[in-house]
């Protein structure tokens, strides 16, 4: 395999996450929303599982992992905004620029990083939320403003939440776990409580967590 490719297959995986969200800017492209979430949050957590097992970390990587994150959650979120009104296009808006702050401040190597939500945990909660509301039949209008505001607040939160799913899985088949757990919550109807609930509960305390300790 050509050495230059080998040493940006992460880095190929990443943009692959984030090109065929093209699909969401065609006409009916909404309906392929939730396959499109899945498949991103599938790839960005494949790059970095690759880097470490192909030992391919760089700064360089790292900082292409975070724009192609900054670029996705952005399309997904303005994309669901859109659908609910201008409340919600409103909410979207402060979602996506706490989505940018705090990806260009991931940009510089002085700031100390570890505090707050990730980004993708905002669109894990989106996603939950389309998902339940589909579910049980009401506008999920509300709960989304609801999504968007709390995490962009938490994103900012100068302590440490330790205690959310994604960011307790660490071995790379764990990581594999979370991400057909998400897809069973999409395929299998009754499940999306039990495990929409958990991913919210462990954000939840979480939160309180940092507050109450706050562990910079």
């Known amino acids: 395999m050509n050495s230059a490719l080998y040493k940006n297959i992460p880095n190929i995986v990443s943009i692959l996450g984030v ?75 402060i979602a996506v620029t706490a989505v940018q702050v705090r990806s260009i401040s991931r940009l510089d190597p002085n700031v ?28 999920a209008t509300y709960l989304l403003i609801g999504i968007f505001l709390i995490n962009a607040a938490t994103m900012f939160l100068p302590y440490r939440m330790p205690y959310m799913i994604r960011s307790m899985t660490k071995p790379a088949w764990a990581v594999m776990l979370v991400n057909v757990t998400m897809v069973v919550a999409w395929l299998v109807p009754y499940s999306l409580v039990p495990i929409a609930g958990a991913f919210i509960a462990a954000y939840l305390y979480s939160l309180v967590y940092a507050l109450v300790k706050k562990e910079a």
Request: aromatic residues 10%; negative net charge.
């Open 19 to 93: 090109l065929p969200l093209v699909l969401l800017f065609t006409e009916g492209g909404f309906q392929y929303l939730i396959p499109l979430i899945i498949y991103n949050n599938l790839m960005d957590d494949l790059d970095g599982i690759l880097a470490g097992k192909l030992n391919l970390r760089s700064d360089f990587g790292a900082r292409m992992d975070n724009v192609c994150d900054s670029i996705s959650h952005t399309i997904i979120i303005m994309v669901i905004s859109v659908q609910y009104g201008w409340l919600a296009i409103a909410a979207g808006l």
């Open 112 to 139: 100390k990083k570890g505090g707050g939500s990730p980004t993708n945990e905002l669109i894990r909660h989106s996603l939950f939320a389309l998902l339940v509301a589909s579910l049980f039949g009401f506008d």
